[in-house]
């Protein structure tokens, strides 16, 4: 049923319950609601108002003479007023976020001290996908031979950021057939990524041939075997995993040792992060919302990042439902859009 069939008493009694819940993790009373001063309502009639939202599918009841808990339903009402809210806000203060710009080292190690950020002020797993170097737009690049059956890709990204990755070279290449080629891509597609490259030339196989006559096959070669590494090699940073230890009940360890076990593969969690890369802002997924099995007794924070142009990735948190929503969405936005700022600064 809409939130719209809700009353004001109503939503009041609903996200008292939440914010309980989720500070103690027990089921919450009529008597409890009573007892914070929230409503001039008796106990008999808030315990009605809490039927009446158990009808409705936000609350629950564990036992038959326990109060209630929120369910999925009942989170998304809580969480989807916080974010209600935050857009409605002008200039919010917020969690402090460390500054990134201050950490040594180089784009990895960036995207790592932003995850580490995630867990440390959420107390849960952080995570960032990084950009996959060919679905970054470029300026320049380069074809370097290192080896009978390896090429270096140098790849200058448009917000002036150094990226290097190694091929396997399916074909044998000269250097002059690499140099000819980078200098094809660089006049005709600077600004876009590899992964555009090659889909143009799968398109345009007359004319292409007709650029690189027998070296068509080679270039397509190394750019089907760079996409294709990409794609078995996740960049997905992780941090906090053991953080949630402790944070499941006893009959959802099972699920807890099949998350661990996703966080020590990444390739499937990576997989399901992906779709979310050009989201706007943040957003929430609680269980089975993000359609992901892998944690469909989790909550998903997230939001994307990248520079003005063009968006890089995304990162976020991923926890029990019964997190401090009020505190860590806010954390997620901050980061995001710090680590955003970040990137165009450093790298410009």
Do not use: W
């Amino acid at each position: 049923m809409p939130q719209s069939g809700l009353r004001d008493k109503d939503r009041l009694v609903l996200r008292t319950i939440v914010e309980v819940y989720l500070r103690s993790g027990q089921a919450v009373s009529s008597g409890a609601v009573h007892g914070r001063g929230v409503s001039d309502d008796s106990p008999a009639t808030i315990r009605n108002i809490m039927v009446k939202l158990e009808q409705m599918g936000y609350l629950a009841q564990p036992h038959a003479s326990a109060g209630r808990v929120p369910t999925d339903q009942g989170l998304r009402f809580y969480v989807k007023a916080l974010l209600e809210n935050r857009s409605r806000s002008q200039e919010e203060p917020g969690p402090p976020v460390e500054d990134l710009a201050a950490r040594p080292g180089d784009f990895n190690a960036l995207l790592d001290g932003a995850s580490r950020i995630l867990a440390d002020g959420s107390d849960s797993v952080g995570f960032v996908l990084s950009p996959r170097v060919s679905r970054i737009n470029f300026q320049h690049l380069r074809f370097v031979k290192i080896g009978e059956a390896k090429v270096m890709v140098i790849l200058v990204t448009t917000f002036n950021m150094v990226l290097t990755e190694i091929v396997p070279a399916r074909v044998y290449f000269t250097q002059a057939e690499l140099d000819r080629a980078s200098q094809y891509i660089n006049q005709s597609f600077a600004g876009k990524s590899l992964t555009t490259v090659r889909d143009f030339l799968l398109r345009d196989l007359p004319r292409a041939k007709s650029q690189f006559d027998q070296a068509y096959a080679r270039l397509m070669s190394l750019l089907e075997a760079s996409v294709a590494q990409e794609d078995s090699e996740p960049p997905l940073i992780v941090q906090g995993a053991s953080r949630l230890v402790g944070k499941f009940e006893e009959a959802e360890q099972g699920v807890l040792r099949d998350l661990l076990r996703n966080f020590e593969e990444k390739a499937s969690l990576a997989r399901l992060l992906s779709d979310f890369i050009a989201l706007d802002r943040v957003k929430v997924l609680i269980g089975d919302e993000a359609n992901a099995p892998q944690i469909s007794e989790c909550t998903l924070i997230l939001s994307p990042y990248g520079d003005e142009n063009q968006v890089l990735g995304t990162l976020g948190i991923i926890g029990p439902k019964r997190l401090p929503y009020q505190k860590i969405i806010p954390l997620v936005d901050r980061v995001a859009a710090k680590l955003s700022r970040t990137i165009s600064r450093k790298f410009s």
